[in-house]
């Protein structure tokens, strides 16, 4: 009985897997079929696909007078770069630390900053533009970089010591009686286990802050700078809108990420699997 009735229910997966798989392909399948349809046909024949096919969107993207993309672009990857790699370091080093310590004080600096994770960050946007601006370093680079570190580095710091302890502490033990200091030790036992950790941090967070839309447009301002989030939307008029453009900056913006993802995949997975199997 209980045979037929799994045989019955065996369709509702396959079901269900569709359905949830439709919701995050249709509006996939928007951008990419208005990408290269001629912009006229975008508000009329949204979903149509693109027949005949063009270039024209992304080309005009690419050369426009103002340099949207690429100042977007440059941007943005320096702003992700340079947090991803300080937040990588902090965390790893910072989780290590929390994970092989005994005082109780760590303790209460770890639910600290699990409290952090809770935070939404649009809550502590005003008194975070206060100190930026008391430091001289609103409407910059170096503000939204700071910005991002303080805020992401307790999720680093829960990847990395989640992980770490899962690493024998005999390593370091042999390596200490062996001459070698604590730094020595991370960075040269420790930090090279950590890879599917290293991968998981730097796809989550990367992609977060890529995608960061309300940070950058406040703690940058209008004038003084762009990132691709940012320039989607500054791309599109008062009044008017070039929407062939539009789509062409989303999918422009999309492949940096999308390349990312793809080339950390296999460490990615690996840190996800390795972090359930630890504990």
């Not at 710091?157 to 020595?184: T, W």
Request: hydrophobic share 55%.
């Amino acid at each position: 009985m209980s045979a037929v009735t799994t045989g019955k229910r065996s369709w509702v997966r396959p079901v269900v897997a569709i359905a949830v798989s439709a919701v995050f392909f249709i509006p996939l399948y928007y951008v990419l079929v208005n990408v290269f349809k001629r912009g006229d046909l975008i508000s009329t024949e949204p979903s149509a696909l693109p027949l005949p096919p063009t270039l024209k969107n992304i080309s005009a993207m690419l050369t426009r007078p103002d340099g949207l993309y690429w100042v977007s672009l440059t941007n943005s990857i320096v702003v992700t770069l340079l947090s991803i790699l300080v937040l990588t370091v902090l965390s790893a080093m910072l989780g290590h630390y929390l994970a092989r310590s005994q005082k109780r004080w760590t303790k209460a600096l770890t639910m600290v900053l699990l409290a952090g994770l809770m935070i939404p960050p649009q809550v502590i946007l005003i008194p975070i533009t206060d100190v930026l601006r008391a430091t001289h370093l609103m409407a910059t680079l170096q503000g939204l970089v700071l910005f991002n570190v303080g805020y992401y580095v307790p999720f680093g710091v829960f990847v990395f010591s989640g992980f770490i302890r899962g690493v024998p502490v005999e390593l370091e033990e042999a390596a200490l009686l062996d001459g070698a200091n604590r730094m020595q030790v991370f960075w040269r036992i420790v930090f090279p286990l950590l890879k599917p950790a290293t991968a998981s941090v730097l796809i989550f967070l990367g992609v977060w802050i890529w995608n960061d839309f309300i940070d950058p447009l406040i703690i940058l301002g209008p004038s003084q700078g762009t990132t691709v989030t940012t320039g989607i939307y500054r791309s599109i008029g008062q009044y008017q809108a070039d929407l062939g453009s539009v789509f062409a900056l989303m999918f422009l913006a999309t492949l940096p990420v999308l390349i990312f993802y793809l080339a950390l995949q296999k460490q990615f997975v690996k840190g996800l699997t390795g972090g359930a199997t630890k504990g």
